[in-house]
Nanobody, 124 residues
Framework: HVQLVESGGGSVQAGGSLRLSCTVS????????MGWFRQAPGKEREGVAA????????YYADSVKGRFTISQDNAKNTLYLAMNSLKPEDAAMYYC??????????????????WGQGTQVTVS
């Protein structure tokens, strides 16, 4: 089965940058939709960014568009989320997730059955 492990979280000042990583193992499908989600205390989990591994197409939530960049390094089996110009409202637990097949976004963020343990991002 697919296993995802996030890393790279930490504390950063407002306006700063941080890069999250997600190592992936156990692929059983030829293509995946890889995504980053976040959940802040008292709020619902929201989709942040997604990337279709086969087509190289990326999607972003309006709240992070222009500031965050999702990418992958196939040689290292790693998914990244580069976060720039961080704001206090970006503080949350960030999770990477995988969905076999095509990406449901921009139509929705459903069907991500594989999840990592999360990595904490704090912005001060």
């Amino acid at each position: 089965h697919v296993q995802l492990v996030e890393s790279g979280g930490g504390s950063v000042q407002a306006g700063g940058s941080l890069r999250l990583s997600c190592t992936v193992s156990g692929y059983t499908s030829a293509s995946y939709c890889m995504g980053w989600f976040r959940q802040a205390p008292g709020k619902e989990r929201e989709g942040v960014a997604a990337l279709y591994s086969s087509g190289g197409i990326s999607y972003y939530a309006d709240s992070v568009k222009g500031r965050f960049t999702i990418s992958q390094d196939n040689a290292k089996n790693t998914l990244y989320l580069a976060m720039n110009s961080l704001k206090p409202e970006d503080a949350a637990m960030y999770y990477c997730a995988a969905r076999p097949g095509w990406c449901p976004v921009p139509d929705g963020w459903d069907g991500f059955g594989y999840w990592g343990q999360g990595t904490q991002v704090t912005v001060s």
